[in-house]
């Protein structure tokens, strides 16, 4: 699919292409065909999508804001042009605004060769190198100190926000949608190591798990039992960590 733009349609067939291969570097753009910038980042987004034609590990996907609400509120695009990267279920970065010098720096900068080891990265730098088959403790700890901090609210759930694989991880996201919060998160079904290791970093043994500023903050029934407390958790939890 390299070198071509996909025009989404549904949120099953987003769904279907973005759990295809997590490995590959996935860029969205969300657009309306009322929004004047929007005119002139069609033209560039199949440009760039065009020059990366002979990268089958980049896949370009445009998603009308208006027809596919859904997926928009997932996100949580409230303008447009609006353009996401990720990467095995991390969002990597994201930028608002028709300015094609800094969408084209930000895909150059994900877009480079890369092991298909699950990655430890942060939102808006550099993927990290890839885990070493023999991790060790010291060295899982400091992939797991920057995948919690690697948004100001991660999630680790099983599956994605757009396909959770399990209750509990889709009740968070949903308390985490009606906040309308913006979170990163990270699907611990795709990596073994940061799923049996967060249980001992976070001395929780389930998930999903929250991390706020990389401070854990608990699973489904403690930020239940935390908002029902304090209707404004997450701003005061971001606050005070």
Request: a negative charge; glycine letters at 4%; charged letters at 20%.
């Amino acid at each position: 699919m390299g070198g071509t733009v996909i025009e989404i349609e549904s949120e099953t067939q987003f769904s279907e292409l973005t759990n295809l291969d997590p490995s590959k570097l996935i860029a969205l753009y969300f657009h309306t065909p009322w929004a004047g910038p929007c005119k002139t980042m069609n033209s560039v987004f199949k440009t760039l999508a065009e020059s990366k034609a002979s990268d089958p590990n980049v896949l370009f996907l445009s998603i009308n804001a208006d027809e596919l609400s859904e997926i928009s509120e997932l996100f949580e695009v409230s303008a447009v042009p609006y353009f996401i990267l990720i990467r095995n279920s991390t969002i990597l970065k994201e930028l608002s605004g028709a300015d094609p010098k800094e969408f084209i720096n930000a895909l150059n900068q994900f877009s480079s060769p890369q092991t298909q080891a699950a990655p430890a990265v942060a939102p808006a730098a550099a993927p990290e190198p890839s885990a070493p088959e023999e991790e060790s403790e010291e060295a899982l700890n400091q992939r797991l100190t920057k995948l919690t901090t690697a948004a100001p609210i991660m999630l680790f759930m099983k599956g994605s926000p757009s396909s959770p694989q399990c209750g509990f991880s889709r009740q968070l996201v949903a308390i985490l949608r009606e906040h309308q919060v913006r979170f990163g998160f990270f699907d611990i079904l795709k990596d073994d190591s940061v799923r049996q290791g967060l249980k001992k970093f976070s001395d929780w043994p389930t998930f999903p798990q929250l991390y706020i500023n990389g401070e854990f903050q608990g699973g489904l029934d403690i930020i239940k039992e935390s908002i029902e407390e304090d209707e404004s958790f997450f701003e005061n939890a971001i606050k005070a960590a």
